[in-house]
């Protein structure tokens, strides 16, 4: 023959393909860097022949037969070869089994399974799991394993369960948003207990879920957009965990056109992982706003910036810093109680007010400050959480006002997708009847911050409205509404 | 390695668990899909967790799906040759005394239906070791006549599945290990043995098979060289069979094949003859595709690794499985009964339970699993749309690992079959694997009423998984 061609030859025994997907084949190949001839036919005597003819065959033994799959390919130069191969490989292994269902994909409205869902809908796509914990954690493997992104909105899983399903996602390029992860927003849509918030580029990775919110509904206030919240749950940041979804979804972020800035916010981390993920968020290349709660707070350095409580990263964010609302009449009493719905606001009220979070009992019956979240698992046993019904604390609330040793009383007002519909109406509520109830005698301050937007269905100035015609204080931050309570206080 | 397709674009979203939230995302327009979920495994939650590597099981999990991925790689590298045909008990040494096979996990004649019981007495009539059926049922009813299963003899059978020592059997031989396959030639439709019938038409035919056709056959296929079954039945599924049902295309294929050996061994009567039964009898292939079947099953056994699943059949009675990674054992549940289509006068209440080890077709991704590449027979298959012949086809790959990537469906863009049952993912889902079956008469004699659709039940795998979390736990 004489051909200097090099000459690539693969023959597939008693392997059938149809004529159509081997002349694909053949276009796939010829499309490869110095590539010259493909063929790909079945070995029938007439095909061999022309191969034969086109230089493109050589003898073998064991002998080439019809039920045989012939592969050829003539290249110029060795190093062309390691890509036919594995193009070949890819092609013949591929089954077309990655791109979603096309008589099914805009129809289905059920499947049976995580895999079938994959089948249905294509990427980016996101379990959304909100099943009882230990099920809960099996799931998320299983959606892991059928190639999913996962929002773990379960709580009550155990740390074991955390690193092994993190582990996993992060050995095959997947997030697990949570566990015990409430909000976020990718790409525009919602997940969880979220506000509407306008789409602009600083992104936040969070750890606290009313934190996110909180952040993300402050700036929409303030005009400034958000790209993306991407939740890690409350124990990312802990040493056996070490920080796997922080880093993955910082990373996200930095490689995101549509994000100029990064927010990350969690309670105190595990020191060391502190360490390391500091080192690692200068690295960037973006500029990083960092909320540990309550931690001493590091010096600024390079792009990265440090805060203590959400009123310090709000007001750098939006370059205004809130207004504390002024107490003017309070009761005798001495004491401030601090009733949330939102975890993370329980956790900085604790550190400012520097007691000690309660966990048992009735706590706001004391004497001395209080702080309480309603969402801790002791008030949800059999409940709703109390963002979708607030009648307990309501309840509370009404309590903790006729109560004559109460001096300030501090709550937040969540609104947003997933919030009952007037968050506010019960702190009203439960105000006007204990002014009946108390019957002239003085009454406690009460301050409230309101966590919302005006896009969100509540209404953030209905809200803020309603309060304060109901003789509420409202303050723009969680934490200007504790530095009014502490003023207050004060002040008696 | 970061992820980066989370937020490269609108995600979609499949929601488990309640919802208030995924309520919320559709009314804003996202695109949402419920997972309906109840606890699995009957609530027990500790295996659950095990089954999928949380808690300790973690590393046992992972070797798990590496030695699944060894099975699926076995079972797909199988090259099954139709090479000769030979009387049974030449290739089954056990044949060689009196017994039978019949199909499904081992039972005992006393607890076979009545369509299994007279095809065995007509196999008793057949080997001439009664003369009638007065004696043939006394003589099984007295024991002396041994049974066992078809699959612990190399062997699959249709139905009830009946083999004989004088019957002759294909032998399909794997090109890679040596290892052979055996199954009787298809008498075709009516008065049948498979389907319980032992008048002297099915006795006569089975005596033309031992004497005349079963030897032209061997013949022909010795003479061929062997026929690779896997290719042929590549070509099949693209001509709209799924292999269990249907096999229209595939016989025609075999015949295809055949033809210039047969004319070239054959001649007279008996040529003629075997001509006209091979070209009349739609669902010939059926066998050699189910011998097909147990070679890749059995490769895929031998690496005894895994959680996939090797082998499923029926004997009326109960349903077996047999797994990858839990040895020869069977995992049986009570059979369930087909439902489908009647042939007139027939219904439902004549239907008898389960029956065939026909199901090793869809244990390699065949007949229901394949239910697309089919179209002519969805009407057997609920509403009887090619729609929801995909939608079944689709929720089907709930618990499958892999693909086939040389068997692909035409209709579905030439999307690969999905390919190795995983018990685990049977059991997590709650779905059952769904088998196409022909329909017999509970009485024997009676033969085929119908065809339809029959689900493996779970208790299989739900049996299959319990031994699965022990070895796990180690």
Request: a negative charge; charged letters at 20%; proline letters at 5%.
């Amino acid at each position: 023959m004489g051909d200097s061609n090099l000459l690539y030859q693969n023959i597939h025994t008693n392997s059938y393909f149809d004529s159509v997907t081997l002349m694909r084949l053949s276009v796939e190949l010829g499309k490869l860097p110095g590539v010259q001839k493909v063929s790909a036919m079945m070995g029938t005597p007439a095909n061999l022949t022309m191969l034969s003819d086109q230089g493109l065959y050589r003898q073998t033994l064991p002998e080439v037969g019809p039920a045989d799959l012939c592969v050829c390919v003539a290249y110029s130069a060795e190093e062309n070869l390691p890509e036919v191969v594995l193009a070949e490989k890819a092609f013949l292994e591929a089954g077309s089994t990655s791109a979603p269902s096309t008589t099914r994909s805009a129809t289905a409205t059920a499947v049976g399974s995580w895999k079938e869902g994959a089948l249905a809908l294509s990427e980016p796509r996101v379990a959304f799991i909100s099943l009882p914990g230990p099920s809960a954690a099996v799931e998320a493997k299983r959606a892991l394993d059928a190639d999913f992104d996962v929002f773990l909105f379960s709580d009550n899983i155990d740390q074991d369960d955390e690193v092994i399903l993190k582990q996993r996602a992060r050995d095959a390029g997947r997030l697990v948003m949570g566990p015990d992860c409430g909000t976020a927003m990718i790409g525009g849509i919602r997940f969880g207990f979220a506000n509407r918030v306008r789409a602009g580029s600083v992104g936040l990775v969070a750890a606290s879920g009313t934190g996110a919110q909180e952040i993300a509904s402050a700036l929409d206030r303030a005009g400034i957009g958000i790209s993306h919240i991407i939740g890690t749950g409350g124990h990312d940041l802990s040493g056996a965990v070490g920080g796997i979804t922080t880093r993955q979804a910082a990373i996200l972020l930095a490689e995101d056109q549509g994000t100029k800035r990064i927010v990350v916010i969690s309670k105190p981390p595990d020191p060391d992982v502190a360490k390391d993920l500091t080192v690692f968020l200068a690295k960037l290349g973006k500029p990083v706003s960092i909320l540990f709660l309550g931690m001493e707070v590091a010096k600024a350095s390079g792009s990265l910036s440090f805060y203590r409580t959400f009123g310090d990263l709000i007001a750098h964010e939006t370059g205004q810093v809130a207004e504390i609302p002024q107490v003017k009449h309070h009761s005798q009493g001495r004491f401030i109680r601090a009733l949330y719905v939102g975890g993370s606001f329980a956790y900085q009220a604790a550190d400012l007010l520097k007691v000690k979070m309660s966990v048992e009992g009735k706590p706001w019956t004391a004497m001395g400050h209080c702080v309480v979240d309603f969402g801790d698992d002791r008030f949800t046993q059999g409940r709703p959480h109390p963002m979708i019904d607030g009648s307990l604390r309501q309840q509370v609330i009404h309590e903790v006002l006729v109560d004559l040793t109460t001096g300030v009383l501090v709550c937040d007002v969540v609104l947003g997708d997933g919030s009952e519909d007037d968050p506010a109406g019960r702190i009203v509520q439960a105000v006007q009847q204990a002014r009946k109830d108390r019957q002239g005698t003085d009454f406690p301050a009460v301050i409230v911050h309101v966590v919302g937007t005006a896009q969100d269905l509540q209404g953030y100035a209905r809200q803020v409205g309603s309060l304060r015609d109901a003789g509420v204080l409202v303050a723009d931050t969680s934490t200007a509404a504790l530095e009014s309570a502490l003023a207050g206080i004060d002040h008696a | 390695m970061t992820n980066k397709t989370l937020i490269s674009g609108v995600p979609s979203v499949v929601n488990a668990g309640i919802d208030i939230f995924s309520i919320l995302m559709k009314e804003a327009g996202a695109r949402v899909i419920d997972l309906p979920w109840k606890p699995p495994l009957g609530g027990d939650l500790d295996l659950y967790r095990r089954l999928f590597g949380l808690g300790s099981a973690g590393p046992s999990v992972a070797r798990l799906e590496i030695g699944n991925a060894r099975v699926v790689k076995a079972m797909l590298e199988a090259d099954p040759v139709a090479i000769d045909l030979v009387p049974a008990a030449s290739v089954m040494p056990a044949l060689q005394n009196r017994m039978l096979l019949h199909a499904g996990p081992p039972l005992d004649y006393a607890r076979m239906t009545d369509t299994m019981r007279g095809a065995a007495a007509g196999a008793l009539l057949f080997e001439g070791w009664a003369k009638d059926r007065e004696e043939a049922e006394l003589l099984l009813a007295s024991g002396s006549i041994p049974f066992d299963s078809c699959h612990h003899h190399g062997a699959v059978g249709p139905m009830v599945g009946i083999i004989s020592p004088s019957m002759p059997v294909f032998v399909v031989k794997d090109s890679k290990s040596g290892r052979c396959a055996y199954s009787t030639i298809n008498e075709g439709i009516g008065a049948v043995m498979r389907f319980g019938a032992s008048g002297p038409e099915v006795i006569e035919r089975l005596q033309w098979f031992a004497s005349s056709f079963g030897p032209l056959l061997g013949a022909a296929l010795r003479r061929s060289g062997g026929l690779p079954l896997k290719p042929l039945m590549a070509k099949a599924l693209l001509m709209g069979d799924e292999m269990h049902q249907r096999n229209t295309a595939a016989s025609l294929l075999f015949c295809k094949e055949l033809m210039p050996h047969l004319v070239a061994v054959g001649s007279g009567d008996d040529l003629e003859r075997a001509v006209g039964f091979l070209l009349e009898t739609e669902q010939f292939f059926l066998n050699l595709a189910m011998c097909a079947g147990k070679i890749m099953g059995d490769s895929g056994q031998l690496v005894g690794e895994g959680s996939i699943v090797t082998a499923m059949c029926r004997n009326g009675v109960d349903f077996g499985i047999r797994v990858s990674g839990l040895g020869d054992r069977w995992w049986t549940a009570p059979v369930n009964t087909p439902t489908g289509l009647y042939f007139a006068g027939f219904s439902g209440e004549d239907a008898s339970p389960d029956l065939g080890d026909s199901a090793i077709l869809e244990t390699v991704a065949l007949g229901g699993m394949a239910l697309p590449a089919a179209p002519a027979v969805l009407g057997f298959v609920g509403a009887g749309t090619f729609k929801r012949g995909v939608e079944l086809f689709e929720r089907l790959q709930g618990f499958t690992v892999s693909i086939n990537p040389a068997w692909t469906i035409p209709a579905l863009d030439g999307r690969a079959v999905p390919f190795g049952i995983d018990i685990r993912q049977v059991v997590a889902t709650g779905i059952e694997p769904l088998i196409n079956t022909g329909i017999a008469h509970k009485q024997a004699g009676r033969g085929q009423i119908g065809a339809g659709t029959v689900t493996a039940p779970l208790g299989c795998f739900e049996a299959a998984c319990r031994e699965l979390g022990v070895k796990l736990e180690g």
